[in-house]
């Protein structure tokens, strides 16, 4: 009697679903609600199957993740759909995705949308799949981290139009993306791999899958307004958004000219050991000796409050930096102008990253004073993309408080002028400069350490 009253009740609220939903004619299913028509089975060989007008995919040990896809694909649009999940495991929503044969023999790659129950609750993120990794993790986001809800059918509304990907789960925004790599493709529901075969069989499922498609010009009377307390991730290239620009950024490097920049000990920019070109700019490699080629760069201007985010690139065994508060007319002597630096190393293949006490001169770290972890999740390591991809390196300083980031997850927080700050400076190689660190303004500097490094999307606001 019980199950057939579920049932009932099931029937009811398809029927009230459907009804709701054909009073709204701009919204097509993307699910019959009986059968897979349409969808097909990527990567893996987890099964999918439609139960009680539910799709249901359940966990296979020894196989990928396994991707359930559109047969159409989408560009810009609106979807929204109801999903359930296990909390022992990881799944996510394939948007604008593809499997070609000649990327990593058909691999399914491209933006999800994250389901993430764990206690790292990035339920609503944005992960790009087998491609960049977590372009949007919900480090960037905590107000959006409660929203996922456990035990129960979470809604979720995602915007693909344009390069914004925007994604609320519950009503509440949890990412607010730009990135314009890539403009369409299918969508695809994932049943993730799982390591312990305990978790065979444990399920997750999805209902009332639905998307609202047409131009830019004819979605947005249909879009949600964005939460203004969640900031906006941007990966477009030497370019500034319309958002970025009303909050106050500008470019620090116009991605073309000098304009802006100077050499350290020098009044113009550098005649050789730089190179611009196809909007990158790159120090060149001179024999991996401190400041003997072309010489590190600095902005013209100083700063004393900031956001500072650029993007930069490692050759293998490379060491560079970026100083922040530095003073010009400090060493006039052999190596690098004075100043805190964000580090930037190989730190497998380069041997300054065993130097120092206990990492503090590896990827990310306040060098020679602090090493840098993975705050935002203890749990796990520094979130580098690896020789040869891009990074994204984020400087924020209110006054004395710094924050250091590395692919939008903090990896280092600090506060200058305090008695555990100088105790530090007193056992680094920076004791020798009096008040090391704590000038109320300086440049900001590229660093020249003879290796190929480069770097792009330099921007900045102040505070």
């Keep these: 009697m019980l199950s057939r009253l579920c049932s009932l009740l099931l029937a009811l609220g398809l029927l009230l679903s459907a009804t709701l939903h054909a009073q709204e004619p701009d919204w097509q299913p993307l699910f019959d609600g009986a059968t897979l028509d349409g969808w097909t089975s990527l990567g893996g060989t987890a099964p999918y199957e439609v139960v009680d007008g539910v799709i249901v995919g359940t966990a296979r040990p020894d196989t990928p993740n396994t991707f359930l896809t559109t047969d159409a694909t989408y560009g810009d649009f609106i979807l929204e759909y109801e999903v359930w999940v296990d909390d022992r495991l990881n799944s996510g929503v394939q948007i604008r995705s593809q499997s070609l044969p000649d990327y990593r023999n ?236 964000y580090q930037i190393l190989d730190d497998e293949r380069h041997p300054d990253a065993a130097q120092g006490v206990g990492g503090n001169r590896t990827l990310g770290s306040l060098y020679d004073l602090i090493p840098a972890t993975n705050v935002s999740v203890p749990s796990r390591g520094k979130p580098f993309n690896g020789i040869g991809q891009w990074n994204r390196a984020r400087l924020v300083v209110r006054g004395n408080q710094i924050e250091h980031w590395l692919n939008n997850i903090l990896i280092l927080r600090y506060e200058r002028g305090t008695q555990m700050y100088r105790a530090l400076v007193e056992k680094s190689k920076y004791d020798v400069w009096p008040n090391f660190g704590e000038a109320p303004a300086g440049h900001i500097l590229l660093q020249d350490h003879g290796d190929e490094v480069s770097f792009r999307s330099i921007k900045i606001r102040e505070f």
């Design 106 to 341: 058909g691999r399914v790659h491209g933006y999800q949308v994250e389901l993430d129950p764990s206690p790292r609750a990035y339920t609503g993120g944005i992960y790009d799949e087998a491609r960049r990794g977590w372009i949007y993790p919900l480090a960037r986001n905590p107000k959006g981290q409660p929203a996922f809800q456990h035990g129960v059918w979470n809604r979720v509304h995602v915007e693909a139009v344009g390069p914004e990907l925007f994604v609320w789960v519950n009503d509440q925004m949890t990412a607010r993306l730009v990135d314009d790599m890539t403009a369409e493709g299918f969508i695809g529901l994932q049943v993730h791999s799982i390591n312990d075969p305990a978790l065979a069989g444990a399920q997750v499922m999805w209902r009332n899958l639905r998307i609202h498609t047409g131009t830019p010009a004819e979605l947005a009377p249909h879009r949600w307004r964005p939460d203004p307390d969640v900031p906006e991730v941007s990966f477009l290239v030497n370019r500034l958004t319309p958002h970025e620009e009303r909050q106050g950024w500008r470019l620090l490097w116009d991605g073309a000219t000098a304009d802006g920049w100077r050499g350290a000990r020098l009044d113009d920019f550098p005649a050789t050991g730089w190179g611009m070109d196809g909007g990158i700019l790159t120090v060149e490699a001179s024999g991996g000796g401190e400041s003997e080629g072309g010489g590190d760069i600095v902005t013209r201007d100083v700063f004393s409050s900031f956001e500072l985010e650029l993007d930069f690139m490692i050759t293998e065994g490379a060491n560079s930096g970026i100083k922040y508060f530095v003073d010009t007319d400090l060493n006039k002597g052999p190596g690098s102008s004075i100043g805190l630096e």
